[in-house]
Nanobody, 127 residues
Framework: VQLQASGGGQVQTGGSLRLSCVVSGRPGSTYVTAWFRQAPGKEREFVAAIGWRGTTYYAESWTGRFIISKDIAKNTVFLQMDSLQPEDTAVYYC??????????????????????WGQGTLVTVSS
């Protein structure tokens, strides 16, 4: 199984980016895909997840600036990020939980729930 994350870059405060995560190497699409991020000197934290049927799960701190979606035909999950702030600067990782068709909020927010991880894409927001 391979996860290829892309779409990161450098933007100014208030800008937008859309991250993509392509999942390959395993047939089917009945899994949960998530985005996590890790800022310099901080622990990895959950951002959002989406289940097979499109159920979405967001971090407790979610303000609506980030929206997760998926294109089943392309085995791709997206993270639309708007109104970006300097504190959003981090490496963003996508991850897959093949043990779940759908998840629960509690399970989705735990990094240990995911068996496969991508390499990460860097997002830098400058003030």
């Amino acid at each position: 199984v391979q996860l290829q994350a892309s779409g990161g870059g450098q933007v100014q405060t208030g800008g937008s980016l859309r991250l993509s995560c392509v999942v390959s190497g395993r047939p089917g699409s009945t899994y949960v895909t998530a985005w996590f991020r890790q800022a310099p000197g901080k622990e990895r934290e959950f951002v959002a997840a989406i289940g097979w049927r499109g159920t979405t799960y967001y971090a407790e701190s979610w303000t609506g600036r980030f929206i997760i979606s998926k294109d089943i035909a392309k085995n791709t999950v997206f993270l639309q990020m708007d109104s970006l702030q300097p504190e959003d600067t981090a490496v963003y990782y996508c991850a897959v939980d093949y043990l779940s068709v759908e998840s629960t909020t509690s399970r989705a927010r735990q990094a240990s729930s995911y068996q496969y991880w991508g390499q990460g894409t860097l997002v830098t927001v400058s003030s």
